[in-house]
């Protein structure tokens, strides 16, 4: 799809052929492929779901992207799409953007949801000079996964080694090793998407959560190590009364994977209400 400005971004729309629409923001590195994992959820719900690959992954043109002008990129697209108004919903990395929709957009966003969100100190150093610390450290990953490598169940057998057993099995479950080994090629095509989202969680977000109005939800895995949720009393300070849910037993992936018809369903509510559903 081309955005206002002429550059590419490689979307996904899947889920309800009608209805209100959910805006996923993907984690790191990753692309429109975790929402695929939401489809059938979303679906059998009507909802419709859109997941735009950032600049830099996948066919997304590189740009040097902010956390604002994602969200005004996903924002152009949901339009495109006769979306005026739609619930936004952040995994793991994709938060900072997914707030700064919300921080951006009020008129637009009628719910917002984080899940698995992390948020580590920023470091020192412009961004410009994180992407390029971080640059070596990428390209080792990269090159332990292969990512160019044509036989699918080695691949996806590498990168779901990396991961909890319990977020490997759900998205085993969900995409199947064909999937999965699809997702890793998307993800690890460029190595620009990548960087840019480190070098930008790693600095202050462009946007703060007190800036945003709209119902919140969160979402934490208690078995989480990336997103622990002894964090969530330091975001229920910074949001205007937030509904928290915490996971008994959940890893981080599975916050999201194992439960999409249950975030769907909150996210969507305002919207159907409005809809008179």
Do not use: I
Request: aromatic share 6%; hydrophobic share 45%.
């Amino acid at each position: 799809m081309a955005l206002p400005d002429g550059r590419r971004a490689q979307v996904w729309v899947g889920g309800a052929t009608t209805g209100p629409l959910v805006v996923v923001l993907h984690g790191c590195p990753d692309t429109r492929h975790v929402a695929m994992t939401g489809h059938e959820a979303a679906a059998g719900l009507g909802v419709r779901l859109l997941c735009v690959n950032r600049p830099g992954y996948g066919d997304s043109d590189p740009h040097a992207s902010t956390q604002g002008s994602v969200a005004d990129d996903a924002v152009a697209v949901a339009r495109s799409l006769g979306a005026d108004r739609f619930a936004v919903l952040g995994m793991s990395v994709g938060c900072s953007y997914a707030v700064a929709v919300a921080a951006r957009h009020p008129e637009r966003v009628a719910a917002l949801g984080l899940v698995a969100l992390q948020t580590p100190p920023p470091e020192t150093g412009t961004v410009t000079d994180k992407v390029e610390r971080y640059r070596p450290g990428f390209a080792s990953y990269v090159a332990a996964l292969a990512p160019d490598d044509p036989d699918d169940t080695a691949l996806a057998g590498r990168f779901l080694d990396r991961l909890p057993p319990a977020d490997a099995a759900e998205l085993l479950a969900r995409a199947g090793r064909a999937g999965v080994a699809a997702g890793v090629r998307e993800a690890l095509a460029s190595p620009e998407g990548y960087l840019r989202d480190a070098a930008l969680l790693l600095s202050p977000w462009e946007h703060a959560p007190e800036e945003v109005s709209c119902p919140v939800h969160l979402w934490f895995g208690e078995l989480d190590a990336r997103s622990p949720a002894s964090a969530t009393a330091a975001w229920t300070a910074r949001l205007a009364a937030p509904a928290v849910v915490v996971r008994p037993g959940t890893t981080h992936l599975t916050t999201l994977v194992g439960h999409w018809p249950e975030v769907l369903g909150t996210l969507a509510r305002p919207l159907h209400r409005d809809l008179g559903d």
